[in-house]
């Protein structure tokens, strides 16, 4: 199956969703290339950015499981290759 290079942009408003990431995460963990968190104080949000290669659906899962999540929004940005 065809995989895509993505890169996926996680702000979390609600720390409570914290644990439910990781866990998404860990499901989809063998179509993890890395993984980025930053804290930032000032507005009182997490950024996280995590890069993937995986097929377009499961791609799609991931951002979409993660973005259903109570104060948590996700864009991606799918490579061309």
């Known amino acids: 199956m065809e995989t895509r290079v993505a890169l996926i942009a996680i702000l979390v408003k609600d720390r409570n969703s914290s644990a439910r990431i990781n866990e998404i995460l860990h499901e989809y963990g063998t179509y993890v290339i890395g993984r980025m968190g930053l804290p930032y ?23 979409g499981k993660i973005g259903a999540l109570v104060g948590v929004s996700t864009k991606t940005a799918y490579s061309e290759f």
């Open 41 to 63: 104080a000032q507005k009182n949000i997490n950024i996280i950015s995590i890069a993937v290669d995986a097929p377009l659906d499961i791609i799609s899962a991931i951002s």
